[in-house]
């Protein structure tokens, strides 16, 4: 199993096209830019959220 991540809407739509399942968009990839909601992806802001310690 695998997950992808990116914060990019046309590199998850093509993710999608591959049929890789597991796709999570990163909505916040930087403390630099605003949090930004990736439409039509389960979205997260950072790892943390994805892989609890």
């Known amino acids: 199993r695998a997950i ?3 914060d990019s809407l046309d590199v ?3 993710a999608s096209k591959f049929e ?3 796709i ?3 909505n916040k990839p930087s403390s630099k830019i605003d949090k930004k ?3 039509g ?3 997260i ?3 943390s ?3 609890p310690l």
């Open 12 to 14: 998850l739509k093509s």
């Open 20 to 22: 890789i399942r597991n």
């Open 24 to 26: 999570v968009a990163i």
């Open 37 to 39: 909601v990736v439409p």
């Open 45 to 47: 802001e950072n790892f």
């Open 49 to 51: 959220q994805a892989l």
């Open 4 to 6: 992808f991540f990116d």
């Open 41 to 43: 992806f389960v979205n």
